[in-house]
């Protein structure tokens, strides 16, 4: 990692979340949303509440700057923790602290785990590729970390392709832009086309990086690109994706939208014959790491997902505040689902932990959580918060589905019909118990039911991803050994049996002095 801090024509970093709602202004960005080309997304009422909650990683870093920043072996600062190179298991450790606490802030997703992910996954891969076939990639990318960091930029990570028929490889597809490839090559750099699908906080972001998203063969050497752009370049257009009840954002004072200030961010970037010049090319053709990029980024990612337990702290809240005001709380099956809530979304949130504890160091000098406890999180998170979601709503009652809006409640005339005949307890106001309710639908069915749900089983992979990299890791050869030493069974000796339990040792059995 470089020790020296860039040149003093570096930009001036972006701090506050102030700062970064104004560095988005002006972008002239092609961003599409209801057939309709958005004039400036920031001031969109239905776009400005995912800018929000990146807003939030900002000034988490401004108020907690010992969860939310590092101390950076590149500018010889502190910059925000989602730019940071992790080196050491503390500080992947530390990642999962501030996605449980920014999970907590905004109850949505914050957008800005794929960046940090995909920097780390690149620092180790970059090098593996320069050590296998020469060059200067590593070189490349630890500049370009360097002149984010020094910007304070956010990092958008492109991986998932849109795939087309997915029994095909990508060079076998009837339309070759089903998967992003490189169209020409030039002496100062590639052009690409194809698209990007489900691509998180992209709008909200300064620079996108795409990634493959499948293992790739020879044939498939176009596919094997790795590069950066700015999110404003030449080429680029955004087809925002729709959310469950989205126009709640635009109508009244919020009652209706149930988390009115914060909300996710999916939408599909289409690049047609967009420019990467040489110096923001990380991958281009070395189409036998594709595997490794993919592998990596998904072993820090899907551990990233304890965010959810973050989110499912405020679902948990809900739940707790929605009987409390209907003067429920006190009923012993009442506590009992509240602990059973606890208790999926702490398992959540320790085994992400847990991966991020048992990391270790990679040729590159940053550091890598465990794998296999990263897809145990992950697969764990596919399910989890549905059981938390269905559990919110059995407290909630079926008054959450069948609420009068907002402006039935501001009526003249049936106005205080609603506020008398859905009053709870006494000392509660309507309003209260409205907006209590519409937050648990916001977060089980509504906007953030993208974030809190559907993202939870597809993000990061799928569920069989998840289950393919567990069946490739339970090691049942060495498990079976255990069992039929202790058993008498088998002709193995002591030491065959040790040898072959040296790897599995040296990965679950570490002392702590390791870790650090």
């Known amino acids: 990692m470089p020790d020296q801090a860039p040149s003093a024509t570096t930009p001036v970093m972006i701090r506050t979340g102030a700062e970064y709602i104004d560095s988005l202004r002006g972008r002239n960005l092609a961003v599409y949303l209801f057939g309709e080309r958005i004039a400036e997304p920031v001031d969109h009422p239905i776009i400005r509440p995912s800018i929000n909650a990146v807003a939030k ?35 992947l450790v530390l990642q999962n602290k501030m996605q449980r606490r920014l999970g907590q802030l905004t109850g949505t997703c914050f957008q800005r785990c794929v960046g940090m992910d995909a920097f780390n996954a690149l620092h180790s891969v970059t090098c593996e590729i320069d050590a296998a076939h020469g060059g200067n990639y590593h070189e490349r990318f630890n500049n370009f970390v360097a002149m984010s960091q020094s910007a304070g930029h956010v990092i958008g990570g492109a991986m998932t392709d849109v795939k087309g028929d997915r029994s095909k490889a990508p060079h076998q597809q009837s339309d070759p832009d089903l998967y992003v490839r490189v169209t020409k090559r030039t002496e100062d750099g590639v052009y690409v086309s194809g698209a990007k699908a489900h691509q998180t906080g992209c709008v909200n972001s300064h620079w996108i990086v795409i990634m493959p998203t499948i293992r790739l063969g020879e044939a498939d050497r176009d596919y094997a690109i790795v590069g950066a752009f700015p999110v404003d370049a030449p080429g680029i257009t955004y087809i925002y994706g729709r959310q469950s009840c989205d126009t ?98 702490e398992t959540i949130y320790s085994t992400g932990i847990a991966s991020s504890y048992q990391a ?138 040790s040898t072959d339990l040296a790897e599995y040792f040296a990965r679950v059995f570490r002392p702590p002095s390791e870790l650090s």
Not at 73 to 90: C, D, K, M, W
Not at 305 to 327: F, H, M, P, Q, R
Request: charged content about 20%.
């Open 57 to 91: 990683t900002y000034d988490l870093a401004q108020s907690n700057p010992e969860l939310a920043t590092a101390l950076s072996p590149y500018t010889g600062g502190r910059v925000n923790r989602f730019l940071h190179i992790a080196q050491s298991p503390e500080d």
């Open 248 to 345: 709640r954002s635009m109508e009244g004072n919020g009652l209706d939208a149930g988390n009115q200030q914060f909300a996710g961010q999916e939408a599909m970037i289409v690049l047609d014959n967009v420019f990467i010049p040489n110096e923001y090319i990380f991958m281009n053709g070395e189409h036998e790491f594709a595997a490794m990029l993919v592998e990596r980024f998904t072993c820090y990612h899907r551990r990233s997902y304890v965010c959810k337990s973050g989110v499912g702290d405020v679902l948990i809240g809900a739940a707790a505040t929605i009987a409390e005001y209907n003067g429920a709380d006190k009923a012993s099956h009442i506590k009992d689902k509240l602990v059973e809530m606890t208790h999926l979304n």
């Open 360 to 497: 270790t160091k990679t040729a590159s000098g940053n550091y890598i959580n465990d794998d296999m406890i990263a897809n145990v999180c992950k697969h764990h998170v596919t399910r989890m918060p549905y059981e938390i979601g269905r559990l919110a709503q059995d407290l909630a009652g079926g008054l959450m589905v069948t609420l009068p809006s907002e402006q039935d409640y501001n009526h003249p005339e049936i106005g205080p019909m609603i506020k008398k005949y859905l009053q709870g307890r006494d000392d509660v106001s309507t309003e209260n118990r409205m907006r209590i309710l519409r937050l648990i639908e916001n977060m089980t069915m509504g906007r953030n039911a993208v974030g809190y749900l559907t993202e939870s089983m597809h993000g990061a992979g799928s569920p069989q991803a998840q289950r393919i990299q567990i069946a490739r890791q339970m090691q049942l050869d060495i498990k079976k050994q255990l069992a039929q030493n202790l058993a008498g069974i088998g002709n193995a000796t002591t030491e065959e049996i």
